[in-house]
């Protein structure tokens, strides 16, 4: 009789050992779904910031054809198709939604409001309405914010250093994105330290920029600073380059690539930092936190690059000060 009672329990027993983990293998097999929202166009090439992200998320154990799938959608650089696509990206429905820049977070902030988005590259989160605070976000959004009013004044400092002669310094900016009016207001404190005239030049529309750079001819500009701006700035930065060495204008700009691309020198946040934290954030959601759960971030680590070859062609020599302080030197 004791042999039967033990008989009909092994199979309970093994079945209950069975539960968790079939819950386990459920789990381990569920695939997530992230939309990867973007303003501006799908690059012909390779796409540095992507192929981080990508291996950020490889890193905390998510692998795409695997337990993940990515939408990625691109604007073109049109606001209205953003809309389109967020709303898009809502209806399929995604887990979460990575948003390039301000524009694709506002886009994806007003396609919902419970979908978790991680806001990427956004300027002014607080004074853009996306966030109620960095430390407290509230709503359905957290992120980054690579808003540093503080960085032209230390660009204007490096390019100073650089070109100790220079007195009239150009400022390429454009008005319609929200942070450029605190960081100029910045830039002007340092300006005035440093006995620099700082001259503001607008630029809106790409066929605006031959006649920014006749503006700063005018001005008698000595150098440039030229503020990181993705919708625009940003894009265009090939010819912003090839003009100012044209116009022999020794330049600073804010990403790693721009100095790459020919620019004279570049200080800024270290990009790859950046993403990698983007998919530390998407890993957390999907996790369970709430974007309320997890502060805005704003950059730790930035990084200076110089441009011998530029400086060569611009006639100038490099302070061995500056070039000690530099992350990467381009021969």
Same mark, same amino acid.
């Given at each position: 009789?004791?042999?039967? &009672? ?13 539960? $968790? ?21 799908? $690059?012909?090439?390779?796409? $540095?910031?992507?192929?981080? !992200?990508?291996?950020? /998320? @490889? ?22 198709? /953003? ?54 976000? =509230?709503? %359905?959004?957290? +992120? ?28 390429? &900016? ?8 605190? =960081?100029? =207001?910045?830039? +002007? ?12 030049? $607008? ?9 920014? !750079? ?15 701006? #993705? ?7 090939? #010819? ?7 116009? *022999?204008? #020794?330049?600073?700009? *804010?990403? @790693? ?12 946040? %270290? ?5 990698? @934290? ?5 890993? *957390? ?29 611009? +006639? ?16």
């Amino acid at each position: 009789m004791r042999c039967s &009672t033990v008989g009909r329990m092994a199979p309970l027993a093994l079945a209950l050992l069975l539960v $968790p983990l079939a819950a386990d293998a459920q789990q381990a097999t569920k695939v997530y779904r992230i939309g990867w929202l973007v303003a501006g166009s799908h $690059p012909a090439g390779p796409e $540095p910031r992507w192929e981080t !992200f990508q291996q950020g /998320l @490889r890193d905390l154990g998510y692998v795409e054809g695997q337990n993940l799938h990515i939408e990625r959608r691109y604007a073109e650089g049109s606001d209205a198709r /953003l809309g389109d696509l967020a709303a898009e990206l809502v209806r399929l429905p995604v887990d979460v939604i990575v948003a390039g820049g301000s524009a694709a977070t506002k886009a994806a902030q007003q396609a919902t409001r419970t979908i978790p988005i991680v806001m990427a590259s956004s300027g002014d989160p607080v004074g853009m309405g996306f966030v109620a605070s960095l430390a407290r976000p =509230e709503g %359905n959004i957290t +992120g980054m914010s690579n808003f540093v009013v503080e960085l032209p004044g230390k660009q204007l400092e490096l390019l100073k250093e650089a070109v100790p002669r220079s007195t009239r310094v150009a400022v390429l &900016t454009n008005p319609d994105t929200p942070s450029h009016g605190l =960081e100029v =207001e910045h830039l +002007g404190v340092a300006a005035k330290a440093l006995g620099v005239h700082a001259h503001v030049v $607008p630029l809106r529309r790409h066929d605006e920029l031959a006649g920014a !750079f006749a503006a700063m001819a005018r001005e008698g500009a000595e150098a440039l600073v030229v503020l990181g701006e #993705p919708l625009l700035i940003d894009r265009i930065i090939g #010819p912003i380059v090839d003009l100012a060495a044209q116009s *022999r204008l #020794p330049a600073i700009y *804010r990403w @790693r690539s721009q100095a790459h691309a020919g620019g004279l020198m570049s200080y800024g946040p %270290n990009q790859p930092a950046i993403w990698r @934290r983007y998919a530390y954030y998407v890993h *957390r959601l999907l996790q369970g936190a709430t974007p309320a759960d997890l502060p805005v971030e704003q950059p730790t680590k930035f990084e200076l690059i110089i441009n011998l070859k530029t400086a060569k062609a611009l +006639g100038l020599t490099m302070p061995p000060s500056l070039l000690l302080l530099a992350d990467e030197v381009l021969q």
